[in-house]
């Protein structure tokens, strides 16, 4: 007997076929952005290139917001910076070839930020991967081990069926503690066939959580709440695991100094009775840290920018806390804690007794004041009075930015950046052009928050056809150009080490002209307006320029 509901129940199979039928038009790079919507992304960066022209075909279809720059490195700093921001996985469309190899630099800095960006690229057509030398258009024999010891990880999606869980994967993999960039690549007629596949639905890509082991936490624990000098080093994995209160609730308990590194700036408040600020590039410092009986070091592998250039050498127990596995007990033994930030000091704050100790703050003031005192003597007036000015003129909820250049580098000691996550440079890999298309990426993260980058003029050549991209995107950006004629940093670098600089001097435009002809407002500034020019360009909407002419100097290392 045939019941009425089974009638209704059972489509034919006509009605089946007419309802899995995919729309028509839709290609592998629908593929690609259906599986980006279902995972959560709303904004992408890139440059289109002619493998890679279905992916952005689909983009312009879609609601994701595309932002273009006009180089593809500076595109994944955009990309660096938005996931820094946000702590999302963020989708960077690169073509086959140069395309992707000019975004090397940006992925390298990912890399030692651990930035979760998504590199997704074109590959030559499926029928010239595995070496084979066909003479394809960008061909390179293995365009993915160009990357695989830059990245976190290598995905290849062959195929239409496999773009879904291959960028789901990388996706996974990206967000995973410690975040860090992924790549992703898909044959070019992979991406522009028609598909038969129906529209992608129901994506899942969460990231695994990385606990600590309780028995360690607990010994950690135990040698905190008894020891005589404990201190506590925060690094960049603090600010990214939004771990900052737990820290200071941590710090407080057992009354243990806390000193960031220049990755970690704004992991603990700069006028705490606890807060060592960020000076560790100061002999004092080390001296300091060396004599702790228990150091907890945070989110930190203690690398060179970390350790005053490797001339820190700890006599107590070190317990380390890091995601990150190739850093753990990398450059001395310790207890090592392999776990996120976060999870580790709320396991911490569950076991730990609280420790008294009157003391602590005088000797961070003692410390502190000794540094002082040493800088005191080298007339660093014109550098100190820079940063106050900026720090001043800069709203305190707003990020910014910092290239590789001497006021940065006074910036990664002794700049307050007042909150975590609000303040970030190119100290990872090291590169130059950072600044300025970091900001943009940060004012697409952050819209209606004006955004400050600082770069040398050395620097600035390297970005500065992003200018139209701030003007095309109208986004709030402050770009101050420290402009002393060449690579300052290396000028002085050479001429301590070798007595006289080679190719540091450069030939360079008039910025405030050049700012001028894109449309960008532009102003020339002094030491003494500096605040005043940097409010007015911060207060306004839209991208700015400020030019400072300035020779700065660095404090004398301490290291050497």
Not at 18 to 24: D, E, F, I, K, V
Request: hydrophobic content about 45%; proline content about 8%; glycine content about 10%.
């Amino acid at each position: 007997m045939t019941h009425d509901h089974d009638l209704v129940l059972r489509p034919t199979e006509a009605q089946t076929a007419a309802a899995l039928a995919p729309p028509p038009g839709r290609t592998g790079g629908d593929l690609v952005v259906e599986t980006l919507r279902g995972l959560g992304a709303t904004t992408v960066f890139g440059i289109p290139g002619q493998h890679a022209l279905a992916v952005f075909d689909a983009v312009g279809r879609s609601d994701l917001r595309l932002i273009g720059l006009r180089v593809e490195n500076n595109a994944g700093f955009a990309a660096d910076a938005y996931g820094r921001l946000t702590g999302e996985a963020v989708p960077l469309l690169l073509s086959t070839g140069p395309g992707a190899l000019t975004a090397l630099p940006a992925l390298q800095e990912a890399a030692a930020a651990s930035a979760p960006v998504l590199a997704i690229c074109s590959q030559v057509p499926g029928a010239g991967l595995g070496g084979g030398r066909r003479g394809h258009l960008h061909e390179l024999r293995d365009q993915a081990a160009s990357f695989r010891d830059v990245v976190k990880s290598v995905h290849t999606a062959r195929t239409q069926s496999q773009i879904p869980s291959v960028i789901a994967e990388a996706w996974e993999s990206a967000l995973t503690a410690p975040h860090g960039p992924v790549w992703v690549e898909i044959p070019e007629d992979v991406l522009r066939a028609e598909t038969l596949i129906p529209q992608v639905t129901g994506v899942d890509a969460s990231p695994h959580e990385l606990a600590p082991r309780p028995e360690l936490t607990a010994l950690a624990a135990h040698w905190l709440q008894n020891a005589s000098r404990p201190v506590i080093i925060a690094g960049g994995g603090v600010v990214r695991a939004d771990a900052a209160g737990k820290l200071k609730q941590l710090a407080e308990r057992v009354n243990a100094p806390v000193v960031t590194t220049f990755g970690g700036k704004g992991a603990f408040p700069w006028t705490h009775p606890l807060s060592l600020q960020s000076w560790l590039e100061d002999r004092h410092m080390t001296d300091f840290l060396e004599d702790a009986d228990v150091l907890l070091v945070v989110g930190s592998g203690l690398g060179e920018l970390s350790s005053n250039y490797h001339t820190f050498f700890p006599s107590g127990r070190v317990v380390q806390i890091e995601a990150d596995l190739g850093k753990l007990e990398s450059n001395h033994p310790a207890l090592g804690i392999h776990a996120d930030a976060r999870l580790a000091l709320q396991a911490l704050l569950e076991t730990v007794d609280p420790r008294e100790d009157p003391t602590a703050p005088d000797r961070v003031r003692m410390v502190l004041a000794d540094i002082g005192a040493r800088l005191a003597a080298q007339d660093l007036t014109l550098e100190q009075q820079l940063l106050a000015s900026i720090r001043k003129a800069l709203p305190p909820r707003s990020p910014s930015f910092w290239d590789m250049t001497i006021l940065s580098y006074w910036a990664w000691s002794a700049f307050d950046a007042r909150h975590p996550n609000t303040m970030h440079s190119a100290q990872g890999a090291g590169g130059l052009g950072y600044a300025f298309p970091a900001a943009l990426g940060a004012c697409v993260a952050e819209p209606g928050t004006p955004v400050l980058a600082v770069s040398g003029d050395g620097g600035a050549m390297y970005s500065i056809a992003e200018l139209a991209t701030a003007k095309q995107h109208d986004l709030d950006v402050t770009w101050l150009i420290v402009d002393d004629g060449g690579y300052g940093i290396l000028r002085e670098y050479m001429t301590d080490a070798y007595g006289a600089p080679v190719a540091t001097e450069l030939t360079r435009p008039d910025f405030a002209a050049l700012a001028a002809s894109f449309g960008v407002p532009a102003v020339t500034a002094t030491p003494d307006s500096l605040r005043e020019d940097l409010a007015k360009s911060l207060a306004t909407p839209g991208p700015s320029v400020v030019v400072l002419p300035a020779t700065l100097k660095m404090f004398a290392p301490t290291h050497l």
